[in-house]
T-cell receptor
Framework: DTEVTQTPKHLVMGMTNKKSLKCEQHMGHRAMYWYKQKAKKPPELMFVYSYEKLSINESVPSRFSPECPNSSLLNLHLHALQPEDSALYLC?????????????FGPGTRLLVL | GESVGLHLPTLSVQEGDNSIINCAYS??????FIWYKQESGKGPQFIIDIRSNMDKRQGQRVTVLLNKTVKHLSLQIAATQPGDSAVYFC?????????FGTGTRLQVFP
Protein backbone atom coordinates (compact mmCIF):
# COMPACT_ATOMS: atom_id res chain seq x y z
CA ASP A 1 0.00 0.00 0.00
CA THR A 2 1.71 3.17 -1.17
CA GLU A 3 -0.96 5.76 -0.73
CA VAL A 4 -2.21 8.33 1.71
CA THR A 5 -5.99 8.43 2.08
CA GLN A 6 -8.08 11.32 3.36
CA THR A 7 -11.71 11.60 4.39
CA PRO A 8 -14.01 13.23 3.67
CA LYS A 9 -13.31 14.39 0.11
CA HIS A 10 -15.53 17.43 0.56
CA LEU A 11 -16.84 19.17 3.67
CA VAL A 12 -19.18 22.10 4.13
CA MET A 13 -19.49 23.52 7.63
CA GLY A 14 -20.86 26.51 9.41
CA MET A 15 -18.78 28.75 11.60
CA THR A 16 -20.24 27.21 14.78
CA ASN A 17 -19.74 23.58 13.75
CA LYS A 18 -17.14 21.11 14.95
CA LYS A 19 -15.78 18.68 12.39
CA SER A 20 -12.72 16.49 11.88
CA LEU A 21 -10.57 15.63 8.91
CA LYS A 22 -8.93 12.22 8.82
CA CYS A 23 -5.77 10.94 7.18
CA GLU A 24 -4.37 7.42 7.04
CA GLN A 25 -1.24 5.79 5.66
CA HIS A 26 0.02 2.21 5.86
CA MET A 27 3.51 2.71 4.49
CA GLY A 28 5.13 2.58 7.92
CA HIS A 29 5.97 6.27 7.69
CA ARG A 30 6.74 7.96 11.01
CA ALA A 31 6.36 11.59 9.93
CA MET A 32 2.97 13.04 9.00
CA TYR A 33 2.00 16.52 7.92
CA TRP A 34 -0.99 18.82 7.47
CA TYR A 35 -0.95 21.46 4.76
CA LYS A 36 -3.44 24.12 3.70
CA GLN A 37 -3.69 25.05 0.04
CA LYS A 38 -5.64 28.01 -1.32
CA ALA A 39 -6.58 28.21 -4.99
CA LYS A 40 -3.66 28.87 -7.34
CA LYS A 41 -1.18 28.82 -4.45
CA PRO A 42 1.36 26.27 -3.24
CA PRO A 43 0.67 24.14 -0.16
CA GLU A 44 1.46 25.85 3.16
CA LEU A 45 2.69 23.76 6.05
CA MET A 46 0.50 23.74 9.17
CA PHE A 47 1.69 20.90 11.43
CA VAL A 48 4.31 18.16 11.50
CA TYR A 49 4.17 15.01 13.61
CA SER A 50 7.19 12.81 14.15
CA TYR A 51 6.74 9.46 15.90
CA GLU A 52 3.24 10.56 16.95
CA LYS A 53 4.52 13.69 18.68
CA LEU A 54 3.88 17.23 17.45
CA SER A 55 7.17 18.49 16.09
CA ILE A 56 6.25 21.66 14.23
CA ASN A 57 3.30 24.05 14.57
CA GLU A 58 3.55 26.85 12.04
CA SER A 59 1.71 29.34 14.26
CA VAL A 60 -1.65 27.91 13.25
CA PRO A 61 -4.74 29.39 15.02
CA SER A 62 -6.09 27.26 17.84
CA ARG A 63 -9.35 26.66 15.97
CA PHE A 64 -7.29 23.98 14.17
CA SER A 65 -6.30 21.15 16.51
CA PRO A 66 -4.21 18.24 15.22
CA GLU A 67 -4.10 14.78 16.73
CA CYS A 68 -2.01 11.71 15.95
CA PRO A 69 -3.67 8.73 17.68
CA ASN A 70 -1.19 6.21 16.25
CA SER A 71 1.53 5.92 13.66
CA SER A 72 -0.96 5.39 10.80
CA LEU A 73 -3.55 8.03 11.59
CA LEU A 74 -3.61 11.80 11.65
CA ASN A 75 -6.64 13.92 12.44
CA LEU A 76 -7.34 17.62 12.17
CA HIS A 77 -10.13 18.85 14.44
CA LEU A 78 -11.91 21.99 13.31
CA HIS A 79 -13.94 24.34 15.51
CA ALA A 80 -15.30 27.84 15.02
CA LEU A 81 -13.69 28.25 11.61
CA GLN A 82 -13.91 31.39 9.52
CA PRO A 83 -14.87 31.66 5.83
CA GLU A 84 -11.24 32.45 4.99
CA ASP A 85 -10.32 28.98 6.25
CA SER A 86 -12.01 27.52 3.17
CA ALA A 87 -9.26 25.68 1.28
CA LEU A 88 -7.93 22.29 0.26
CA TYR A 89 -6.43 20.53 3.29
CA LEU A 90 -3.70 18.09 2.38
CA CYS A 91 -2.16 15.36 4.47
CA UNK A 92 1.28 13.97 3.67
CA UNK A 93 3.65 11.39 5.11
CA UNK A 94 7.33 10.57 4.83
CA UNK A 95 9.48 7.76 6.24
CA UNK A 96 10.88 10.11 8.87
CA UNK A 97 11.80 13.73 9.41
CA UNK A 98 14.87 14.92 7.59
CA UNK A 99 17.28 12.66 5.76
CA UNK A 100 16.16 13.94 2.37
CA UNK A 101 13.01 11.86 2.13
CA UNK A 102 10.14 12.81 -0.12
CA UNK A 103 6.69 13.49 1.25
CA UNK A 104 3.74 11.63 -0.24
CA PHE A 105 0.44 13.48 -0.37
CA GLY A 106 -3.16 12.41 -0.06
CA PRO A 107 -5.89 13.73 -2.38
CA GLY A 108 -6.99 16.36 0.10
CA THR A 109 -10.24 17.44 1.72
CA ARG A 110 -11.89 20.43 0.10
CA LEU A 111 -13.38 22.49 2.92
CA LEU A 112 -15.98 25.23 2.55
CA VAL A 113 -16.82 27.32 5.60
CA LEU A 114 -20.08 29.23 5.38
CA GLY B 1 -12.34 31.29 -2.73
CA GLU B 2 -10.08 32.40 -5.55
CA SER B 3 -8.42 35.76 -5.49
CA VAL B 4 -9.31 37.89 -8.48
CA GLY B 5 -6.34 38.89 -10.58
CA LEU B 6 -3.91 36.21 -9.40
CA HIS B 7 -2.72 33.71 -11.94
CA LEU B 8 -0.10 31.03 -12.15
CA PRO B 9 2.72 31.36 -14.66
CA THR B 10 1.68 29.22 -17.60
CA LEU B 11 3.70 27.24 -20.10
CA SER B 12 1.85 26.18 -23.23
CA VAL B 13 3.42 23.47 -25.37
CA GLN B 14 2.36 21.39 -28.32
CA GLU B 15 1.89 17.69 -27.80
CA GLY B 16 5.12 15.88 -28.61
CA ASP B 17 7.37 18.85 -27.87
CA ASN B 18 9.73 19.02 -24.90
CA SER B 19 8.78 21.16 -21.89
CA ILE B 20 11.11 22.98 -19.53
CA ILE B 21 9.77 24.30 -16.25
CA ASN B 22 12.04 26.49 -14.16
CA CYS B 23 12.25 27.23 -10.47
CA ALA B 24 14.42 29.48 -8.34
CA TYR B 25 14.98 28.39 -4.75
CA SER B 26 15.84 30.55 -1.80
CA UNK B 27 18.13 28.75 0.63
CA UNK B 28 21.66 27.92 -0.45
CA UNK B 29 21.84 25.43 2.45
CA UNK B 30 18.96 23.31 1.09
CA UNK B 31 20.27 19.89 0.15
CA UNK B 32 17.28 18.11 -1.31
CA PHE B 33 14.80 19.14 -3.97
CA ILE B 34 11.61 17.62 -5.30
CA TRP B 35 9.29 18.22 -8.23
CA TYR B 36 5.59 17.61 -7.74
CA LYS B 37 2.75 17.46 -10.26
CA GLN B 38 -0.72 18.52 -9.15
CA GLU B 39 -3.70 17.79 -11.34
CA SER B 40 -6.96 19.60 -10.83
CA GLY B 41 -8.77 18.36 -7.73
CA LYS B 42 -5.91 16.13 -6.61
CA GLY B 43 -3.03 16.24 -4.18
CA PRO B 44 0.57 16.84 -5.30
CA GLN B 45 2.17 13.77 -6.85
CA PHE B 46 5.90 13.07 -6.52
CA ILE B 47 7.69 13.15 -9.88
CA ILE B 48 11.43 13.20 -9.25
CA ASP B 49 13.94 14.34 -6.66
CA ILE B 50 17.58 15.34 -6.58
CA ARG B 51 20.18 15.80 -3.86
CA SER B 52 22.54 18.73 -3.78
CA ASN B 53 25.57 16.55 -4.53
CA MET B 54 24.16 15.94 -8.01
CA ASP B 55 23.48 18.33 -10.88
CA LYS B 56 21.31 16.08 -13.03
CA ARG B 57 18.97 13.18 -12.52
CA GLN B 58 16.86 11.36 -15.06
CA GLY B 59 13.61 9.48 -14.75
CA GLN B 60 11.14 8.19 -17.25
CA ARG B 61 10.64 11.09 -19.71
CA VAL B 62 11.69 13.59 -17.02
CA THR B 63 15.03 15.13 -16.14
CA VAL B 64 15.81 17.45 -13.26
CA LEU B 65 18.75 19.84 -13.46
CA LEU B 66 20.21 21.59 -10.43
CA ASN B 67 22.44 24.66 -10.63
CA LYS B 68 23.56 25.47 -7.10
CA THR B 69 25.61 28.46 -8.19
CA VAL B 70 22.51 30.41 -9.18
CA LYS B 71 20.05 28.45 -6.99
CA HIS B 72 18.06 27.24 -9.97
CA LEU B 73 16.18 24.03 -10.59
CA SER B 74 14.54 22.89 -13.81
CA LEU B 75 12.26 20.05 -14.86
CA GLN B 76 12.44 18.83 -18.42
CA ILE B 77 9.63 16.69 -19.79
CA ALA B 78 10.34 14.90 -23.05
CA ALA B 79 7.63 14.33 -25.66
CA THR B 80 4.98 16.14 -23.64
CA GLN B 81 1.59 14.43 -23.59
CA PRO B 82 -1.92 15.70 -22.79
CA GLY B 83 -1.75 13.80 -19.50
CA ASP B 84 1.14 16.01 -18.46
CA SER B 85 -1.21 18.99 -18.19
CA ALA B 86 -1.11 20.06 -14.54
CA VAL B 87 0.47 22.53 -12.13
CA TYR B 88 4.09 21.74 -11.34
CA PHE B 89 5.71 22.75 -8.05
CA CYS B 90 9.33 22.59 -7.07
CA UNK B 91 10.07 22.16 -3.38
CA UNK B 92 13.24 22.49 -1.31
CA UNK B 93 13.87 20.58 1.88
CA UNK B 94 14.65 23.13 4.58
CA UNK B 95 15.20 21.78 8.11
CA UNK B 96 12.39 19.21 8.12
CA UNK B 97 10.05 21.44 6.12
CA UNK B 98 9.27 21.51 2.43
CA UNK B 99 9.24 25.01 0.99
CA PHE B 100 7.22 25.09 -2.22
CA GLY B 101 7.76 27.35 -5.19
CA THR B 102 4.85 29.31 -6.60
CA GLY B 103 4.03 26.73 -9.28
CA THR B 104 3.79 26.68 -13.07
CA ARG B 105 0.74 25.56 -15.04
CA LEU B 106 1.62 23.36 -18.00
CA GLN B 107 -0.94 23.34 -20.80
CA VAL B 108 -0.54 20.84 -23.61
CA PHE B 109 -2.38 21.51 -26.85
CA PRO B 110 -2.78 19.16 -29.81
Amino acid sequence: DTEVTQTPKHLVMGMTNKKSLKCEQHMGHRAMYWYKQKAKKPPELMFVYSYEKLSINESVPSRFSPECPNSSLLNLHLHALQPEDSALYLCASSPRLGGSKSQYFGPGTRLLVL
Amino acid sequence: GESVGLHLPTLSVQEGDNSIINCAYSNSASDYFIWYKQESGKGPQFIIDIRSNMDKRQGQRVTVLLNKTVKHLSLQIAATQPGDSAVYFCAEDNTDKLIFGTGTRLQVFP
